[in-house]
């Protein structure tokens, strides 16, 4: 994936927590980094919404807000040279995108940020540590991400990774966002199995995130030039092979001792999260993404 390098970058759309300190203390419980990955996956990965109250035990986070994304991150010739800025360009075109839809429909899209954090974080949802993964906050509708956790999902979980792998996990999350501006979200329950209201909510943000990915290399900046240039098959295929790797019976099977439960599917499994991504990515319609409304899910 290239950025165009004459495009302007928009930093309003993030807060850079990254500072020294936030070191998390007492996690407790035994399972180790590792396993809070696992378990805060199987349950929650990119989107389910944290305990009201926080997570017990968590310490919180004393960063405050960084200039240096202003200095560094300017253009897509920035975003192409380095990683943060990347990700500042991708939420930049994901939320382009959604601007242009709501639009469409005769709706306001609402803009909002993501976090940047390092360890720990305190949102309007709790406290969380990194092992939760990037997860969306409803109660503050705000993104949250250690972006350390492109580097967990390959050496964890095995994945390719990736330009587009990040922006596929990042707009998952914004695909949340949409869900709770529309509603959506708040006709969901807690409840888990493979057909479980859970379930579609994540394989519609998967859909969502693929919609995006179609209309990616024609979303503009500010200055009306694309953002996004080029995306290869093989970014692509990337974003396939992550998937594949966050499916609830993938997590179950290789990362939480081997054994498939259907009945705590929260995600659902690798198949139907390739198969929404894919529907999203082909048709560019997020109309085409309604989970909710099908008994064929995959």
């Given amino acids: 994936m290239q950025f165009n390098e004459g495009a302007d970058l928009d930093l ?26 696992i378990y805060f996956l199987v349950q929650q990965f990119t ?41 500042v360009a991708t939420i930049n075109s994901i939320q382009a995108f959604w601007q242009d839809q ?13 976090n940047f954090f390092r360890n720990s974080v305190n949102t309007r ?3 969380a540590t990194s092992a939760v993964g990037p997860f969306y906050c409803p109660a503050d509708s705000q993104v949250y991400i250690d972006l ?14 990736g330009p587009f792998v990040e922006a ?21 329950g807690r409840e888990t199995g493979p ?46 092979d992550a998937a594949a790797r966050i499916g ?9 001792g081997g054994r498939v439960d259907t009945t705590q599917f929260s995600h659902g499994s690798s198949a139907q999260r390739q198969k929404w991504f894919t529907t999203g990515l082909e048709t560019g319609d997020p109309a085409r993404c309604n989970t909710f409304d099908t008994n064929n899910l995959g």
């Fill in 12 to 37: 309003s759309q993030v807060s850079d927590q990254r500072g020294v300190g936030g070191r998390v203390a007492g996690v407790g419980g035994g399972l180790g980094v590792v396993g809070l990955i």
């Fill in 195 to 240: 057909t479980s209201g859970s379930v579609r909510l994540e394989l519609q943000a998967d859909c969502y995130a693929g919609a995006w990915g179609k209309a990616a290399t024609t979303v503009p900046s500010s200055n009306g030039q694309p953002l996004i240039s080029n995306i290869t098959q093989e970014d692509i295929a990337a974003a396939l």
């Fill in 102 to 114: 709501f639009a469409r429909s005769g709706n306001t899209y609402q803009v909002t940020k993501t």
């Fill in 125 to 127: 949802c709790g406290n």
């Fill in 168 to 188: 596929y996990v990042l707009a998952h999350e914004y695909g949340h966002h949409v869900q709770n501006l529309l509603g959506t979200s708040d006709r969901v």
């Fill in 148 to 161: 350390d956790f492109f580097n967990e999902l390959r050496t964890k979980f095995g994945a390719t990774g």
């Fill in 248 to 256: 609830d019976d993938f997590i179950q099977s290789e990362l939480g």
């Fill in 47 to 87: 989107g389910i919404q944290l305990p009201a109250g926080g997570l017990e035990g968590l310490g919180t986070n004393t960063q405050v807000e960084s200039g240096q994304l202003a200095e560094k991150c300017k253009t897509g010739a920035d975003a192409n040279r380095d990683s943060d800025c990347r990700v």
